[in-house]
């Protein structure tokens, strides 16, 4: 490994910065100690690329276990992790650069580029380097989301951190995001669709997931 995976640096970076001091000291020793479980179990993901998704991935399973242990029914622990999660998430940023005409050439450089930066093993893409300048789309044919969480019978916590790309690209001005397919859901990949529009909103929103 040549990121230091240690719970505490992992919840630092993960979408429950904010949420997880608020909760109770047991509770927060609990988790790290499922942390470091699920980090000798997931060492073959645990590589350099792809350090932020581990956070995101182990975070959430810990949370998610430890809080039904402490006497939260299923449903209200999975509430939590996720309102807890898209809370964190904030879209405002990418809207206001979806409104500039050169957002999806900048889409077609930056996002194959931190991709391959920000994924390690178990990933796999496929990109199309042949669309037109109004629009750009890929799919993700292996993700390690689905892997560590369909193993463990947890694929709901992966659609829920799919949910995040939906609350992050669902309302761009201009651009309509459209995502058919999701491997967390059992599809055969994701499939990732940007699509410019000459008028902020004069487009009918494909529904995605």
Not at 84 to 108: I, N, R, T, V
Not at 152 to 159: A, C, F, S
Request: with cysteine.
């Amino acid at each position: 490994m040549s990121k230091k995976y240690e719970p505490k640096e992992l919840v630092k970076i993960s979408r429950y910065q904010n949420y997880f001091p608020t909760l109770p000291k047991d509770i927060q020793q609990d988790i790290y100690a499922r942390m470091e479980e699920l980090i000798e179990e997931e060492k073959q993901y645990c590589d350099k690329g792809n350090y932020k998704h581990m956070a995101q991935i182990l975070t959430s399973i810990a949370m998610y276990e430890v809080l039904q242990k402490h006497g939260k029914s299923e449903e209200e622990a999975y509430r939590i992790v996720s309102e807890e999660m898209w809370k964190f998430l904030d879209p405002s940023g990418m809207q206001k650069l979806a409104k500039k005409s050169f957002f999806l050439p900048l889409m077609k450089k930056i996002v194959p580029f931190g991709f391959r930066k920000g994924s390690g093993y178990g990933w796999r893409y496929t990109w199309h380097k042949d669309d037109p300048k109004d629009r750009f789309h890929f799919e993700t044919n292996e993700c390690i989301y689905a892997k560590i969480l369909g193993k463990r019978n947890l694929l709901k916590l992966g659609t829920m951190c799919c949910q995040a790309d939906v609350i992050n690209y669902g309302n761009l001005p201009y651009t309509d995001f459209r995502r058919t397919k999701t491997l967390c859901y059992g599809d055969d990949c994701c499939n990732f669709d940007f699509v410019r529009h000459e008028g902020a909103h004069s487009f009918t929103r494909s529904k995605c997931r």
